[in-house]
C-alpha cells in the first residue's frame, strides 16, 4: 500500500468504488488460462548421418564441425528453439555422426526445422551455414535428405551438405505431452 493511500484511509476518504481508489475495491477478473492445443503436437526422430564440407574454418585446413537443429517458429514463451545437437567431431571435412534423438514439434505453428552447421572453437564457434528441412506431418511419415548448407553471407554458395533422416513417430495426446516434458530437460 502507499503512502498516499494509507492518509486517505487514515482520513476516511477512500471514496467507495467511485472514488481515485476505487480499482483497489474492485474484484480483479481471473484471465482465462490457454488450454493447450494438442491435436497439432507430434513426436519425431531425427537421424544426423554425416556432413561434406567444402571449406575448412581452422587454420590447420580442418574444421570441428557439429550440427544443431532447431524450431523456425517458437512453440511458445518457455518452449526451447534448440532441439537437438549434435557432439563436434575433431579436425575433420567428413564428419560421421549417426546422432539419433527425438523431440516434438507443434505442427500447427510450424512444419519446418532450421539445420545450422558450425565449427567449435576454443572462444567462439564459427557459423558455417543453415538450410531449411520440410518435416513430415502425418504419422508414420518419413524423409531421408542431403541437406545443402549456404553460406551465410551469400545465398549461392554451398559451404557444406549434410544428411538427415527424419520421421514422424507419434501423434502426443496430453498425457504423452506431459509424459515427455516431466522427463525431458527441454
Request: include cysteine; glycine fraction near 6%.
Amino acid at each position: 500500500m502507499s503512502i498516499y493511500e494509507d492518509i486517505l484511509r487514515a482520513q476516511g476518504n477512500m471514496g467507495g468504488k467511485k472514488g481515485p481508489f476505487g480499482y483497489l475495491a474492485a474484484k480483479k477478473k481471473k484471465r482465462p488460462t490457454k488450454e493447450i492445443v494438442y491435436d497439432n503436437w507430434m513426436a519425431y526422430q531425427i537421424t544426423i548421418m554425416s556432413a561434406e564440407l567444402y571449406k575448412a574454418t581452422d587454420s590447420n585446413g580442418l574444421s570441428d564441425p557439429y550440427v544443431r537443429v532447431g524450431k523456425v517458429v517458437s512453440d511458445g514463451l518457455f518452449s526451447k528453439k534448440w532441439v537437438t545437437q549434435t557432439p563436434s567431431i575433431s579436425k575433420t571435412l567428413n564428419p560421421v555422426w549417426n546422432y539419433t534423438d527425438e523431440f516434438s514439434v507443434n505442427t500447427g505453428k510450424s512444419s519446418a526445422l532450421t539445420v545450422e552447421l558450425w565449427d567449435k572453437d576454443a572462444l567462439k564457434d564459427d557459423f558455417i551455414g543453415r538450410a531449411t528441412l520440410i518435416i513430415p506431418t502425418h504419422l508414420g511419415g518419413s524423409e531421408s535428405k542431403t541437406l545443402e548448407i549456404y553460406d551465410p553471407k551469400n545465398s549461392k554458395i554451398i559451404n557444406a551438405k549434410v544428411k538427415i533422416s527424419i520421421k514422424c513417430t507419434d501423434k502426443l495426446t496430453k498425457d504423452k505431452f506431459n509424459a515427455l516434458y516431466s522427463s525431458s530437460s527441454i
